[in-house]
């Protein structure tokens, strides 16, 4: 029995110690986070996921270097892997579908930093098993890979093309909100902005979208969908890392071996894509915002819009990409098209750059536009009219009779010192009236 107390003393010691030791550790990273400029703008949750995802990249590298360093001719393309899978996080769907749903999650009152992550993951796991499936029989398979990406790449372009549009739609109902929301707020009075501010969902368009997204309500459950997106293979980067593993099979290479270039596609697709997430939500949930509903409204309008015109214009894009690829109709247009989907990954830089773009110039144009709208509502305070009755008096404040007559032979308005006659107001309050007519 003594034995058994002392080890249950001693587990219970090593268990306290090992809280102690995170908490020391979180104390002092949160401290070093208030203390650095910019990162303290950065929620410790964003920082901490980024940071993971560096380490993870750096633990990845290290295994595989310590492998290479006795194959050297894979070591450029190792490096080329992981190079595709950042580029391939760039990709327009990626970013899209990201942010959106990082912004619905937001709206649900969550402050989701993993939703990139878990789609990557998903992402990825396709890629990792066709790798796997290709470098186990690159000559049985070879012949009919094409047919299989080419069916994966209607269901995945169908999956991520009616997914935007939907969410497209979606924002576009909230955008009507948001506008609706700002316009009270503006034209309430200074100082009650908070009475105003509710959150818009009501209406019957809303709760058939919020229905359908309730199946993603949490960020891991981005996983299945990036499953979906993953069946495309419709993007030159998992077509070329799938194309290293078939190559490196046919040369003979160790099938363990080929594991290495799409596990550092996953390491570089994931740090970027739960980059992104941890940004956007951070951007999103500005603590600088959070007491101010007009600078809220004003910044998720301008994200809105932009979010709203990205979402449609790739959706459209992907369904013009996939009538291309099933019914290969011909003219200047489909040339157009096809160019636009292979560059995919210029459309996903481009995206980036409209976010920092419109967000720095919505940042400038902001403080003009708030003094402005709260030089008017000044105005416009000044000049409302005094709360009226049921019948249409002035109601004034009813005080009480001992201070009318005390304040009868002290109590002086007006330049010129004339006395106010207050015998009427007095008797006004004996009676129990409250108001002067007009």
Not at 75 to 96: E, M, Q, V
Not at 116 to 134: A, D, K, P, W
Not at 365 to 378: E, T
Not at 379 to 393: I, K, M
């Amino acid at each position: 029995m003594a034995d058994q107390s002392a080890s249950v003393h001693t587990a219970s010691e090593a268990e306290e110690g090992k809280l102690s030791f995170f908490k020391s550790f979180s104390d002092k990273a949160s401290h070093y986070h208030a203390r650095v400029p910019y990162m303290r703008k950065l929620p410790v949750s964003a920082i901490a996921i980024i940071v993971t995802l560096m380490f993870v990249n750096c633990l990845v590298w290290a295994a595989v270097g310590i492998v290479l360093h006795y194959h050297s001719p894979l070591i450029s393309t190792a490096i080329l892997s992981w190079t595709l899978g950042l580029r391939h996080a760039l990709d327009a769907d990626h970013i899209s579908a990201i942010d959106l749903m990082t912004r619905r999650l937001i709206a649900a009152g969550q402050r989701p930093v993993t939703v990139g992550m878990f789609f990557s993951l998903g992402h990825s796991t396709i890629v990792i098993i066709t790798s796997l499936v290709i470098a186990g029989t690159a000559s049985a398979i070879s012949s009919k890979f094409d047919n299989f990406s080419r069916v994966g790449g209607i269901i995945g372009t169908s999956v991520s093309a009616a997914f935007l549009l939907l969410l497209g739609i979606m924002n576009m109902y909230i955008l009507y909100k948001l506008i609706v929301q700002i316009r009270r707020l503006i034209a309430s009075e200074p100082g009650r902005e908070n009475e105003e501010f509710k959150i818009q969902g009501a209406g019957f368009l809303f709760n058939i979208f919020q229905k359908m997204f309730k199946l993603i309500d949490r960020p891991w459950k981005m996983y299945p969908l990036g499953v979906l997106f993953g069946l495309g293979f419709d993007t030159s980067s998992e077509i070329a890392i799938l194309g290293i593993s078939s190559i490196q099979a046919a040369q003979g290479t160790s099938i363990w071996l080929i594991l290495i270039f799409p596990l550092l596609f996953t390491a570089g697709m994931c740090l970027l894509d739960t980059t992104d997430g941890a940004l956007m939500m951070s951007l999103y949930t500005s603590t600088q915002l959070a007491r101010d509903p007009i600078a809220i409204c004003y910044y998720s309008i301008v994200l809105t819009v932009i979010t709203v015109i990205v979402a449609t214009v790739i959706g459209v894009v992907q369904f013009l990409n996939l009538a291309l690829n099933v019914a290969e109709p011909e003219g200047r247009f489909w040339d157009g098209v096809e160019r636009l989907g292979e560059s995919w990954d210029i459309v996903g830089g481009a995206i980036c750059g409209s976010f920092l773009l419109f967000g720095g110039l919505s940042v400038l144009l902001y403080q003009p536009w708030r003094r402005s709208v709260d030089r008017k509502r000044r105005q416009r305070a000044q000049f409302l009219p005094l709360p009226q009755s049921g019948d249409g008096e002035i109601e004034v404040e009813r005080g009480d009779p001992e201070d009318y007559e005390n304040s009868r032979e002290s109590k002086k308005y007006g330049d010129g010192g004339t006395k106010v006659n207050v015998e009427a107001l007095n008797a006004e309050g004996q009676t129990g009236s409250s108001s002067v007519r007009r």
